[in-house]
Structure formats: structure tokens, C-alpha cells
């Protein structure tokens, strides 16, 4: 019984002693070994021997990326108007010696940081600017950490806002002053389609005005054309009535033929003109009439015969009445 109870006592001391003197690292893991309470060596991953009751594991350190919720926070901007930010911090263990004992705890005091640092760069903009300028928020709070952070062997990688979301009031603010800028875009709009349908209308009737004085004008180049060639016609006509007249002249007989035709035709519009007027008045004297009536008659004597034809007879005696 007591060989038994000695050997489980020897046994557990045993798996102690090994259990103290052998480690065993993980990889992407740093153990910082002290001995007899000070700082002896950082263990990378791996098997490791200590020395029972003198060396010791006092922190275990994580090499990979870590991700850091950073807490929501109350921030005021620079146009005072209150926004609620929080954010995700990542960052990753550099130099384990400096993790462990340059500061307490480098997670908490990294977030801690971040809030800080969140808070300073949100003053800095306006509530429209810090919607657009995420990059620059994540960038200079990502700066002021690492820079805080070089002591405590801890490399910040990369700082990104998750939300920022105004208070009741600003949201209700800013929805009126979306509806404002809808209304606004819309009347632009409106005034727009209004201005091009203006615009295609005066281009219509510009257009219309100019087919009318087009036509207008192929109209009054058509008529004239037509005018030019009815006169050109009219004057061929009489060119050729003229040349067969002056031919006829020059014909026996053709100088008497045209005297008593200008007498036939003074009788005739005299004898309109006398007969459509009140008083009559006479242009020549009466002896002026009778020697122009005795010439005519001369005129007819030498048209007797074979070219005396019937008008020619009728106007001389009607003029030998005239003078009896």
C-alpha cells in the first residue's frame, strides 16, 4: 500500500518536473522566458527546454494580425453637430520583448487610442466632409496610432470606420435638406426640358419661316422667269409683226396703206372719245380736219382698183360726208 501510494506521489512529481521543464511554441507564437523573474530569452515556435523552479513562461505573444473592435463613441464635428463613429483597428505584434513589458496591455490601450485619435480627427471636418473623407480619417488615425505605439513593439496596420451615424435631429435635418436639393435638381430639370422644348420650337418656326420665304422666293423667280419669257415672246411677236409691216411698206402702194390705216384709227378713237364726253373738243382747227380729210381722200383714189378693199372705200366716204 505504501509502495503505491509513494509511486503515484513520484509519478505526479514527474509529469510535473517535465511539465516545467519541457515547452512546446506554436507557430505564429513568441514565449518570453524569464529566469528567476527576469527576462532571459523570447522562444520562438517550437520544442524548448527549461530549468525546473528557475526559468519561466511569463507572456505568451501572438505574431498574426489581430482585429480590434474599437467601441462606439459620441464625436462632435466641426460644425458641431454630434455623430456616433466606430470603427475596426488591426494590427500585429512586432517585436514581442517590447509587447510584454513596454506597456500593460497594448489591445485595450490601442483602442483606447483609436477613440482618441477618432475624436481629434472628427473636430478637424465639417458633418459633409467626414462622409467623404474616410480615407483621410482612416489614414491620419492609423498615423497617430503607430506613432503612439512604436514603444510597445506593436505595428498598427490599418484603422477602417465602420459606421458613422448621425443623432435623431441631424438625420431629420439632413433628410429635409436632401428633399431641398431633389426639389431643387427637379425644378432644374423641369426649367431645362422647358428651355431645349423653347428652344426646338423658335428652331421650328425659324425653319418654317425659312421654307415660306423660300418658296416665296422660287415662287416670284418662277413668275418672274415666266414674265421675262412671255415679254420675250411678245417681243419676238412684235419684232416680226414690225419687220413684216416695214416689208409691207416697202412694197408699192405701202406708204398710202399705211396713211389711211393712222386715219381710220384717229377717226375711230376720236369718234370714242367724242361720243363718251359731255362737251366735245375739237384738238385742230376745221380747216386743219379738211385738208387732213382731203389728203385721205387722195389716199383713196390711189388705193381704187385692185387693192382698194371694202374697209378702205367705207372710211372715204365716210370722210367725203364729213366734209359736205
Given at each position: 500500500m505504501d509502495f503505491l501510494f509513494y509511486s503515484a506521489v513520484i509519478?505526479?512529481?514527474l509529469i510535473f518536473f517535465i511539465w516545467k521543464t519541457f515547452v512546446i511554441v506554436p507557430n505564429k507564437h513568441i514565449f518570453i522566458k524569464e529566469r528567476l523573474g527576469k527576462?532571459?530569452?523570447?522562444?520562438?515556435?517550437?520544442?524548448?527546454?527549461?530549468?525546473?523552479?528557475?526559468?519561466?513562461?511569463?507572456?505568451?505573444?501572438?505574431?498574426?494580425?489581430?482585429?480590434?473592435?474599437?467601441?462606439?463613441?459620441?464625436c462632435i464635428t466641426k460644425d458641431?453637430?454630434?455623430?456616433?463613429?466606430?470603427?475596426?483597428?488591426?494590427?500585429?505584434?512586432?517585436d514581442a520583448e517590447r509587447a510584454s513589458y513596454g506597456i500593460d496591455n497594448y489591445r485595450f490601450a490601442a483602442s483606447q487610442l483609436a477613440q482618441t485619435s477618432m475624436r481629434s480627427e472628427i473636430g478637424k471636418l465639417d458633418l459633409d466632409e467626414t462622409f467623404v473623407?474616410?480615407?483621410?480619417?482612416?489614414?491620419?488615425?492609423?498615423?497617430?496610432?503607430?506613432?503612439a505605439s512604436e514603444p510597445?513593439?506593436?505595428?498598427?496596420?490599418?484603422?477602417?470606420?465602420?459606421?458613422?451615424?448621425?443623432?435623431?435631429?441631424?438625420?431629420?435635418?439632413?433628410?429635409?435638406?436632401m428633399k431641398a436639393e431633389r426639389e431643387k435638381r427637379a425644378d432644374i430639370t423641369h426649367s431645362q426640358g422647358?428651355?431645349?422644348?423653347t428652344i426646338n420650337r423658335s428652331e421650328g418656326k425659324k425653319r418654317?419661316?425659312?421654307?415660306?420665304?423660300?418658296?416665296?422666293?422660287?415662287?416670284?423667280?418662277?413668275?418672274?422667269?415666266?414674265?421675262?419669257?412671255?415679254?420675250?415672246?411678245?417681243?419676238?411677236?412684235?419684232?416680226?409683226?414690225?419687220?413684216?409691216?416695214?416689208?409691207?411698206?416697202?412694197?408699192?402702194?405701202?406708204?398710202?396703206?399705211?396713211?389711211?390705216?393712222?386715219?381710220?384709227?384717229?377717226?375711230?378713237?376720236?369718234?370714242?372719245?367724242?361720243?363718251?364726253?359731255?362737251?366735245?373738243?375739237?384738238?385742230m382747227g376745221v380747216a386743219a380736219i379738211q385738208g387732213a380729210f382731203e389728203g385721205f381722200a387722195k389716199v383713196?383714189?390711189?388705193?381704187?382698183?385692185?387693192?382698194?378693199g371694202p374697209e378702205n372705200i367705207q372710211i372715204m366716204q365716210k370722210g367725203k360726208k364729213n366734209r359736205e
Open positions: 509519478l505526479v512529481l527576462f532571459s530569452k523570447a522562444l520562438d515556435a517550437g520544442f524548448h527546454f527549461l530549468v525546473p523552479f528557475v526559468d519561466n513562461i511569463s507572456y505568451k505573444q501572438i505574431l498574426k494580425e489581430q482585429v480590434i473592435d474599437v467601441p462606439p463613441q459620441v458641431n453637430v454630434q455623430v456616433r463613429v466606430d470603427g475596426i483597428l488591426y494590427l500585429s505584434v512586432g473623407e474616410r480615407e483621410k480619417i482612416n489614414s491620419s488615425v492609423v498615423k497617430s496610432i503607430d506613432d510597445w513593439g506593436v505595428k498598427v496596420k490599418r484603422y477602417e470606420i465602420k459606421d458613422i451615424v448621425p443623432t435623431e435631429t441631424t438625420l431629420d435635418s439632413m433628410e429635409q435638406q422647358e428651355r431645349s422644348a418654317e419661316s425659312i421654307n415660306i420665304s423660300e418658296g416665296e422666293k422660287l415662287k416670284r423667280i418662277n413668275e418672274a422667269e415666266g414674265a421675262a419669257a412671255q415679254i420675250d415672246l411678245i417681243a419676238s411677236a412684235t419684232a416680226e409683226a414690225i419687220a413684216v409691216v416695214a416689208q409691207a411698206i416697202q412694197e408699192p402702194g405701202g406708204q398710202e396703206a399705211v396713211q389711211l390705216r393712222i386715219a381710220q384709227e384717229y377717226i375711230d378713237n376720236f369718234g370714242r372719245v367724242i361720243s363718251k364726253a359731255n362737251s366735245s373738243v375739237v384738238p383713196a383714189e390711189n388705193f381704187k382698183g385692185p387693192d382698194a
